[in-house]
């Protein structure tokens, strides 16, 4: 990224916009005079989202940023998280309301009220305290998607400890990284997971995992498949249902400062080594329950709510666990993978529950859009009236058809722009509010500054492009990397260290209404005989191709134009296999679409694409196959023989 290079160009135009019906706007949880009164007093309007908790003890300043980066909200300020998400809910006279209605794999399914989950978080953190564990010792979580999973992490957060939840996928490798990297003192695991209609063992893997590993005092296990083979450790490994089940279902929770840890989450190693970003107590409790209330316009008692994130994941962390129970929501979590037994599950789920909003990423809607539009058909999604995306890009053409064919091409669906290191959503258009356009993430929050910058901070004009930065600190923030505050300062905050901008990694454009656009990673960036080309705007025209289903693009060098396009695509179950003729069709789409200086110099069809346990596209594996190196670091790769895949069928030519 030299200096001098001329800021990100603007492609893709994009002219269709969806103002909400009044019937919607009508009913919103917000309006537009949010803006402005957030604007007018940021501290005031964010001390009014903190009362939406309930605090032991009230904050005596609403922010204290003298330590920069390393902010303070909430200063003085005292309460139990668990205790807001759980118990307040049952005192408050809604004990019978259902918090979670899961559903396993095989079919099997289990409804737990709030008084239920009450119940099992004070039995669960009398469990982890019999075991020595205390405030701020760590303990770390590998479980897939069961009611157990949620209880864990609320029952670390009632008695102060931090969870450090490990994707139920990962290795033994990455767990024991993670376990070393916090010096977990507790690993809750289970005794095996369903994925695809099989039970496949997982304490087995934990074991091998923990080989050796000096800070780990016990683990325990939960009953899932009961798999007779599992193996126990005297003296460390304890069963859930022996150690949980006998405890007492009452546990006095104790309020904590606004500041004390809640948890660590790795990020999810798109970029690189995975980070263990550190979030704290109360403004991470206040953000996430204000933006699941807005964004979603979740009203509780009514609402069926769905996100299909993992635990794993910080969208599992904040809009499943976090956000929504502080709302007393009534959610679905599912366990088991889309098509498992078929694929149509989701939409089955949705009719069963009458699922009112849900919230699922843009490589699952490509994944719906190559099944068909047949099957969502099939079913009642009548009850749908908001839907929401997160994790990447949202191309336009797939926006559209999670609108039309999910939405019954009536409904808003907001783009929700956020990290790891953000905790919460940042900026999404507000259902009701906004005049949603497809393809855009649109405005900051209210309450949240993000601004649009060149290689020297200034806010570019409408039209351009460049680096997204938050200009301003906001409650949910990431307060450092664990143990590594080099690298949290340099990763974030050296980029524009004199304006002290929060650097997110992340390329943005400025359309001309001055909405947003996010345009992929920074170092994705393709820079082409001077023109610095986003990703994500070559992918987007590719995808709105009738024959084509995903797009990855890279930036290989070239010894003419610096970089030249490099795209791999996957074509739609019904197109033509991708001949001479094929490939050429779409080189030339691409050039219609954005213009010739897009044109991919070359298009691989490719059977897969590598993507991360999250379901991002690692384009960094790509690159090194459009250059001809050794493939790089795969240990966050959700499954390690896309990449022999891929290639393979390169050199064979198919
Ligand atoms: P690592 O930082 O280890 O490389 P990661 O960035 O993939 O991992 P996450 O924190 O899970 O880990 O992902 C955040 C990133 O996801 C954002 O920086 C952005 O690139 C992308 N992203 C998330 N939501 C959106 C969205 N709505 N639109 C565009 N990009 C998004
Ligand atoms: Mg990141």
Not at 324 to 331: D, E, F, S, Y
Not at 513 to 541: C, F
């Amino acid at each position: 990224m030299t200096e001098q290079s001329p800021g990100l160009s603007n492609l893709l135009t994009e002219n269709r916009t969806f103002p909400p019906s009044p019937e919607f706007a009508e009913q919103a949880n917000a309006d537009t005079s949010w803006y402005e009164r957030a604007e007018s007093d940021r501290e005031a309007f964010w001390a009014e989202q903190a009362e939406r908790l309930h605090w032991d003890t009230k904050w005596s300043q609403v922010l204290d940023w003298s330590g920069a980066p390393v902010a303070k909200w909430f200063v003085g300020g005292k309460l139990n998280v668990a205790y807001n998400c759980v118990d307040r809910h049952v005192e408050s006279g809604h004990g019978d309301q259902v918090a979670i209605h899961w559903v396993g794999e095989p079919g099997d399914t289990r409804d737990l009220t709030y008084a239920d989950l009450k119940n099992e978080v004070s039995k669960a953190a009398n469990a982890l305290t019999s075991l020595g564990v205390t405030a701020g010792d760590r303990v770390a979580i590998q479980l897939q998607m069961i009611p157990e999973a949620i209880v864990a992490m609320l029952a670390c957060a009632r008695i102060g400890a931090l969870h450090s939840v490990v994707f139920g996928g990962f290795s033994p490798t990455a767990l024991r990284q993670r376990v070393d990297d916090a010096a977990a003192k507790v690993v809750i695991t289970s005794d095996g997971q369903y994925r695809r209609g099989k039970a496949a063992p997982m304490k087995a893997n934990v074991d091998e995992a923990l080989a050796g590993a000096e800070s780990v005092e016990k683990v325990i296990v939960v009953r899932r498949t009961g798999d007779p083979e599992t193996p126990m450790t005297e003296g460390r490994d304890v069963w859930w249902h022996d150690l949980v089940d006998e405890q007492s279902v009452e546990h006095t929770p104790e309020a904590f400062d606004a500041e004390h840890p809640l948890f660590i989450l790795y990020t999810s190693g798109t970029t690189g080594k995975p980070k263990g970003i550190l979030h704290t107590s109360g403004g991470y409790l206040t953000q996430v329950a204000y933006t699941h209330n807005v964004v979603f316009d979740h009203k509780p008692g009514e609402d069926v709510y769905w996100c299909t994130a993992d635990i794993g994941w910080v969208t599992g962390h904040s809009y499943i666990v976090y956000g929504p129970l502080a709302n007393r929501v009534t959610q679905v979590v599912y366990e088991g993978t889309p098509n498992t037994p078929h694929e149509g599950r989701h939409w089955e789920i949705i009719q069963k529950y009458k699922v009112s909003i849900y919230y699922t990423a843009p490589t699952l809607i490509r994944t719906f859009m190559k099944w068909g539009d047949d099957i969502p058909a099939r079913y009642d999604l009548s009850s749908l009236r908001v839907l929401g995306s997160v994790g990447e890009p949202i191309n336009p053409e797939a926006w559209i058809w999670y609108r039309e064919h999910i939405g019954r091409g009536e409904i808003p669906v907001v783009d929700t722009w956020w990290q790891t290191e953000t905790g919460a959503i940042m900026i999404s258009p507000l259902p009701g509010v906004t005049a949603t356009k497809p393809g855009s993430a649109q405005k900051p929050l209210p309450g949240i500054s993000a601004i649009v910058v060149d290689d020297t901070g200034k806010e570019v004009p409408p039209g351009g492009g460049g680096y997204l930065v938050l200009d301003k600190p906001w409650p949910s923030m990431l307060r450092g990397i664990w143990g590594d505050d080099e690298r949290f300062r340099e990763t974030y905050w050296s980029r524009f260290a004199d304006l002290g901008y929060y650097f997110a990694g992340d390329g943005a454009k400025y359309d001309d209404d001055g909405d947003i656009w996010l345009l992929g990673r920074v170092d994705d960036v393709m820079n082409v005989s001077g023109h610095r080309i986003s990703t994500t705007e070559v992918e987007s025209a590719l995808v709105s191709h009738p024959t084509v289903a995903e797009a990855a693009v890279v930036g290989a060098t070239d010894p003419t134009t610096g970089q030249g396009i490099v795209a791999f695509v996957i074509l739609r179950g019904n197109a033509a296999d991708g001949g001479e003729q094929a490939v050429q069709d779409l080189r030339n789409h691409v050039a219609k679409e954005i213009g010739p200086i897009a044109k991919p110099r070359q298009i691989m069809i490719v059977p897969e694409l590598p993507k991360t346990r999250s379901g991002k596209i690692m384009r960094r594996l790509l690159r090194d196959i459009a250059e001809n190196r050794q493939i790089g670091d795969v240990t966050t790769l959700a499954d390690s023989s896309v990449m022999d895949l891929i290639t393979q069928g390169l050199q064979t030519g198919k």
